[in-house]
């Protein structure tokens, strides 16, 4: 029974596209790129390096800016008593997502306080992609809340 396991394993992995390849293919759009922040007036491939006070900075504001999200949320969830029924499945689904969003973003930014050194940057453009998906997914749920 387990070679059964492993056969199938082995069939998805061998299915998985890109499986083996050390390159990226070069059909892939530029957006699934991994991308690399420039900063204007230094040289190109120069990464910053943040001080410690710029890093606890830039955590408690994006920690802020989590709570104020999960507020934002809790009164979207309010809202969702008035309404039509349809319109209250799709704000409470809306809540919902954005919560899981959250939840996420919130992970990240733990994992960032964590982060040392040369791990930090890394995990800062993770918590700056997740806060972006997040902003983004905000301002279609609002307006439908009104």
Not at 25 to 42: H, I, L, R, W, Y
């Amino acid at each position: 029974m387990q070679w059964l396991g492993i056969l199938f394993m082995a069939a998805l992995l061998a299915s998985a596209p890109g499986y083996g390849r050390a390159q990226t293919p070069k059909d892939t759009s530029p957006a699934a790129q991994p991308q690399v922040t420039a900063v204007p007036g230094e040289p190109a491939g120069m990464v910053k390096s943040f001080t410690p006070e710029e890093r606890r900075a830039y955590e408690k504001k994006t920690a802020e800016e989590l709570d104020a999200i999960q507020k934002k949320i809790a009164d979207l969830r309010a809202n969702t008593a008035a309404g039509t029924p349809q319109n209250k499945r799709l704000l409470m689904r809306a809540a919902n997502n954005l919560q899981m969003q959250q939840l996420v973003a919130a992970d990240e930014l733990n994992a960032l306080k964590k982060a040392s050194g040369s791990a930090w940057e890394p995990q800062k453009l993770k918590v700056d992609q997740a806060m972006a998906q997040l902003r983004k997914n905000w301002e279609p749920s609002a307006a439908r809340a009104k």
